[in-house]
T-cell receptor, first 112, second 112 residues
Framework: EAQVTQNPRYLITVTGKKLTVTCSQN?????MSWYRQDPGLGLRQIYY???????DKGDVPEGYKVSRKEKRNFPLILESPSPNQTSLYFC???????????FGEGSRLTVL | GQQLNQSPQSMFIQEGEDVSMNCTSS?????WLWYKQDPGEGPVLLIA?????ELTSNGRLTAQFGITRKDSFLNISASIPSDVGIYFC????????????FGQGTRLTINP
């Protein structure tokens, strides 16, 4: 089954404790992206990757890092989480950059 | 950054009613996308529009790519309970970075 898998789905952590949200897709997609969803703000892009070792900032990259060492994986790293990073995060992928994204189920992160 | 404005932000309707929502931008888009997010899940692509004036249907859903290329409309006919969710419009920024921007979403609630 074609899918985008994120882990963890739910996480409560404390300020400053580094964490990684993993994302993996099994569709051999070149393009992958991370979004955060906040009430009233829709989906805002954090980082995206056009292919292996090619990443770039989206609209809200501050406080986040990404890497794309393999085609299927695109982890999101929060080096020092802060409460304003409490949000619902989505990873997405597409065969090529066309906008027809496949989304994961989301990771709800709470930073205390 | 680039913004898409969706209207209305929320809708409360009776089962069986038709629904209309729209998305506008100050910039032109070459592609318009409509996604639906069911509660607790990631967004799923409903309809993609690639040409100004294009009218595309997917079951009870119909979407149109505005002639000015600055707007798009989504209509749902004879709503049913499973139509509940958040509907997002989205479009890729034409120039510069490869980014897909989303509207704030329209939350649809249906009273049985």
């Amino acid at each position: 089954e074609a899918q985008v898998t994120q882990n963890p789905r739910y996480l409560i952590t404390v300020t400053g404790k580094k964490l990684t949200v993993t994302c993996s897709q099994n569709m051999n997609h070149e393009y992958m992206s991370w979004y955060r969803q906040d009430p009233g703000l829709g989906l805002r892009q954090i980082y995206y990757s056009m292919n292996v070792e090619v990443t770039d900032k989206g609209d809200v990259p501050e406080g986040y890092k990404v890497s794309r060492k393999e085609k299927r994986n695109f982890p999101l790293i929060l080096e020092s989480p802060s409460p304003n990073q409490t949000s619902l995060y989505f990873c997405a992928s597409s065969r090529r950059y066309l906008g027809e994204l496949f989304f994961g189920e989301g990771s709800r992160l709470t930073v205390l | 950054g680039q913004q898409l404005n969706q209207s209305p932000q929320s809708m409360f309707i009776q089962e069986g009613e038709d629904v209309s929502m729209n998305c506008t931008s100050s910039s032109i888009f070459n592609t318009w996308l409509w996604y639906k997010q069911d509660p607790g899940e990631g967004p799923v692509l409903l309809i993609a529009l690639y040409k100004a004036g294009e009218l595309t249907s997917n079951g009870r859903l119909t979407a149109q790519f505005g002639i000015t290329r600055k707007d798009s409309f989504l209509n749902i006919s004879a709503s049913i309970p499973s139509d509940v969710g958040i509907y997002f419009c989205a479009g890729p920024i034409i120039q510069g970075a490869q980014k897909l921007v989303f509207g704030q979403g329209t939350r649809l609630t249906i009273n049985p």
